[in-house]
């Protein structure tokens, strides 16, 4: 059973008591991330995210960490396009002091210049790392293309240009206008006192003023041409990412369009990884992904090959999509995937850290909890007709977008548009 409760200030607490488990694992959420950034300060979530361990009004950066890890526990933080969370996993007995360090840190840090500008190297660091490696750079490629002009097509962690020019300032009040109550969720699950949890929150949360909900840029795509960039890079591998715009976090068809996904990539049974590595060996990774987002989404496919096999191995892709577009899959493959889904979704459960991620996710971004029996009855009602019009809808080929990172010709991204365009 979930406990669900709702400050009159705007503040979310969602509890999951689990039973036969040691540990409780325990999120802050905040409705915020890149997506809300303009791009004078694109990257301020990330930056915010890193500056709360350096110390709060009632913590030093020391004593947080060791506060948690000093008694076993783990303690971390991730930003994304639209959230920010601050988690940790511990045991049951130091709940009351773990949530206050969390929620100290995260509602009071200190954000002195003297952190901030260490901070910002560290950050820029973080920036040309990820540069360096090109399964992250075909993948900003790929969003730059997908989603142009907009805070979605930018980096979460920011451009080298727009960390260097962000000043405390409005770090601050950034802080000050998204980590208000109305923004934020408190998710916990495992071995959990749901009393001390529902008390905790009040103590420290419930004493926040009142804030009204902010609300976010939606991105409006344009029904454009196919996009196709290839990037030359001297390097031993190429990378490609290729998708089409999907469904929003709550589409009635979401989990039609997670059906599909593992059929075509979503594991080693599926039909790309079996076509392009399996049968040809023309790549070493390959898999399809699904992003959904409150107000949009994309399904896109990520391989690692051979580079003399971009133009061979992205033909077999074009034709796998096609083939489940034009013919409806068949009743064996459509049993093995809901298998697949429905117990993937369950185990996951399993862990108190999983178990709190999902619950915060769906309370920050779809107001609300879908239980393992109502997920599984959605999944079974799929049927391959369902399958056949959902990619149909998704997979057209004048929406493509393509991006490639390797040693390739000039004359590759015009290879790519001449497939492309005979489907």
Request: aromatic content about 8%; proline content about 2%; glycine content about 6%.
């Amino acid at each position: 059973m979930y406990k669900i409760n709702e400050d009159k200030n705007g503040v979310r607490l969602i509890c999951k008591k689990i039973p036969g488990v040691s540990s409780v694992s325990l999120g802050i959420w905040i409705n915020t991330g890149s997506r809300n950034e303009d791009i004078s300060i694109n990257g301020v979530s990330h930056f915010l995210e890193h500056l709360v361990f350096k110390g709060s009004k009632k913590y030093t950066s020391d004593q947080i960490k060791e506060c948690i890890e000093g008694v076993g526990g783990t303690l971390n933080a991730f930003t994304s396009e639209e959230n920010t969370c601050y988690y940790a996993k511990f045991l049951k007995k130091h709940f009351a002091k773990i949530f206050d360090v969390l929620s100290e840190m995260t509602l009071r840090p200190l954000l002195r210049s003297k952190d901030i500008e260490k901070e910002r190297t560290v950050i820029i660091e973080e920036i040309k790392m990820y540069k360096d490696l090109p399964q992250f750079q075909v993948q900003e490629l790929f969003d730059t293309l997908f989603w142009p002009e907009h805070s979605l097509g930018r980096n979460i962690a920011g451009s080298i240009e727009s960390v260097s020019g962000i000043a405390q300032e409005r770090i601050k009040s950034y802080h000050e206008k998204w980590y208000s109550p109305a923004q934020i969720v408190i998710s916990c699950a495992g071995d959990i006192d749901e009393d001390l949890a529902g008390d905790s929150v009040k103590d420290v949360f419930s004493k926040l003023k009142y804030s009204q909900a902010l609300s976010y840029t939606p991105f409006k795509a344009k029904d454009e041409a196919s996009k196709i960039r290839v990037i030359n890079k001297p390097i031993e591998q190429t990378h490609l990412n290729l998708g089409f715009p999907a469904l929003n976090r709550s589409d009635k068809d979401r989990f039609v369009l997670g059906l599909m996904h593992v059929i075509l990539g979503g594991n080693m049974s599926s039909r790309l990884f079996n076509e392009i590595r399996e049968k040809k060996g023309l790549a070493y990774e390959i898999a399809s992904h699904v992003k959904k987002l409150k107000d949009c989404g994309v399904f896109f496919v990520h391989a690692g090959i051979d580079n003399k096999n971009l133009i061979s191995a992205s033909r077999v892709i074009f034709e796998q999509l096609d083939k489940i577009r034009s013919k409806k899959v068949l009743n064996g493959e459509l049993r093995r995937a809901k298998d697949f889904y429905t117990a993937q979704a369950e185990m996951a459960l399993d862990d108190t850290m999983e178990h709190m991620l999902w619950m915060g996710e769906s309370i920050m971004n779809l107001g609300y909890l879908q239980t393992k029996e109502e997920m599984r009855r959605m999944i079974e009602r799929v049927t391959a007709g369902d399958i056949l019009r959902l990619a149909r809808d998704i997979i057209r080929f004048d929406r493509l977008c393509f991006a490639a990172v390797g040693p390739q010709s000039a004359q590759s991204e015009g290879e790519i548009k001449k497939i492309a365009g005979s489907y």
